[in-house]
């Protein structure tokens, strides 16, 4: 089993920055791509940004391009979101998935295995 925990979520206002972390425990030898996903209030959990197990390839949702980034340090068994340019409608839970089975970084959550609580994000106008 694999343990995911999310911190860095907070209030900020439109334009503000803040740096998600997500660390892992447990069975981490296994995991491969590691993702970031958000939901608000009433909609469907969507996909933010994943990252492939050595860290060299990335993807992420248009809406996101440009303003967040992702990152590992698998020495530290953590990814991160540092996210820029705030906007309200980035307010969300934010979580963290990881997969045992995929390497390259998945925008579907069904190729992840494991799932952070999540931690909420808001952004204030």
């Known amino acids: 089993q694999v343990q995911l925990v999310e911190s860095g979520g907070g209030l900020v206002q439109a334009g503000g920055s803040l740096r998600l972390s997500c660390a892992a425990s447990?069975?981490?030898?296994?995991?491969?791509?590691m993702g970031w996903f958000r939901q608000a209030p009433g909609k469907e959990r969507e996909f933010v940004a994943a990252?492939?197990?050595?860290?060299?390839?990335?993807n992420s949702a248009d809406s996101v391009k440009g303003r967040f980034t992702i990152s590992r340090d698998n020495a530290k068994n953590t990814v991160y979101l540092q996210m820029n340019s705030l906007k309200p409608e980035d307010t969300a839970v934010y979580y963290c998935a990881a997969s045992r089975t995929y390497y390259a970084p998945t925008y579907s959550p069904a190729k992840y295995d494991s799932w952070g609580q999540g931690t909420q994000v808001t952004v204030s106008s």
């Open positions: 447990g069975r981490t030898s296994g995991l491969y791509a």
């Open positions: 990252i492939s197990r050595n860290g060299g390839s990335t």
